[in-house]
């Protein structure tokens, strides 16, 4: 198939290499050259690192780099596309807005999916004059590791769309869960019930980030414990989420204070060095705070 991936950063590239691997046609398309050459930049070191552990060849790198083009011209991109998947950032109004340019450009018969991790699929999909083509395809970071997908139906996505949905993901290799359009779905709503819970316990002073992420991760085989996880999300991407599943679903996703402040305070996790973590060159090497138990 021919599948455009519109927006080429974490998320986006991911997509775009994991849709290349299988031997689909992708095109990557960014509103600057700048991104999509760094996108590009990135699937290339992901690929190397899959040859360095012989996870895949040299010739296989190659054939899905070959397969992949990048544009800044949305209409180019989706121009002959048999599935458009956007991965631009978590707006609502954003997103709309690129639904609506997708149907005006795009083949009749184009798959259109949102990879929303939490926001409303139906109001997304509401934007198309044909709403019944519009699906949630809700990959994980990094999207080349994580094995799932969850196949999000919006009240207006018809059946064929939901079926090519479920197909596309099981030929990338990947597991399906399919999910009803509601807040938070399933994967968001439950992880961050307990990374909320977890910010919680911090501050009550129960125990320190690490020893809070030492018991999920050793006590229930968590491949990372839900505090390092948020840092690694982002602390404004989960006050954002935390956000709208209180206005959708109540006071138990009130954001806690210990949040709100990191966030003020510009300390938002991995990307900036600081979160409830202190970060090195993408490496843990301390605890933000009053801890001290690495300062």
């Not at 048999?82 to 639904?99: C, H, I, S, Y």
């Not at 709503?189 to 910010?199: D, F, I, K, S």
């Not at 002073?205 to 390092?228: C, F, K, Q, T």
């Not at 006050?239 to 209180?246: F, K, S």
Request: no cysteine; aromatic share 4%.
């Amino acid at each position: 198939m021919n599948v455009a991936v519109l927006g080429a950063g974490t998320m986006g590239h991911g997509i775009a290499q994991v849709s290349a691997m299988a031997g689909h046609d992708v095109t990557i398309r960014d509103i600057e050259r700048e991104f999509v050459d760094d996108g590009i930049d990135s699937i290339e070191a992901n690929l190397q690192g899959g040859v360095d552990r012989e996870k895949i060849t040299e010739s296989e790198k190659a054939a899905t780099l070959d397969r992949i083009s990048g544009t800044t011209d949305l209409a180019d991109a989706v121009a002959d596309a048999d599935l458009v998947v956007e991965a631009v950032p978590e707006d609502v109004d954003l997103k709309r807005g690129t639904f609506e340019d997708v149907e005006e450009h795009a083949p009749e018969d184009a798959i259109i999916a949102s990879n929303t991790s939490s926001l409303s699929v139906t109001e997304i999909a509401s934007a198309l004059d044909d709403p019944g083509r519009g699906v949630g395809l809700h990959f994980f970071n990094p999207v080349h590791i994580m094995e799932l997908v969850e196949v999000v139906v919006a009240e207006q996505t018809d059946e064929e769309t939901v079926a090519f949905a479920e197909e596309f993901v099981e030929d990338l290799g990947k597991t399906v869960v399919s999910v009803h359009d509601t807040a938070g779905f399933a994967s968001s709503r439950l992880g961050v019930a307990l990374g909320v819970e977890a910010m919680r316990m911090v501050e009550e002073g129960v125990a320190s980030p690490r020893d809070v992420d030492a018991s999920m991760e050793l006590g229930y085989n968590h491949p990372m414990g839900p505090i390092e996880l948020g840092d690694v999300v982002g602390l404004d991407v989960r006050l954002d989420i935390l956000e709208h599943l209180r206005e959708e679903l109540g006071e138990r996703f009130r954001p806690p204070q210990i949040l709100r402040r990191k966030v003020r305070a510009g300390k938002l996790g991995k990307k900036t060095g600081e979160g409830f973590y202190v970060w090195e060159d993408g490496e843990i090497v301390g605890t933000s705070g009053d801890w001290g138990d690495d300062e």
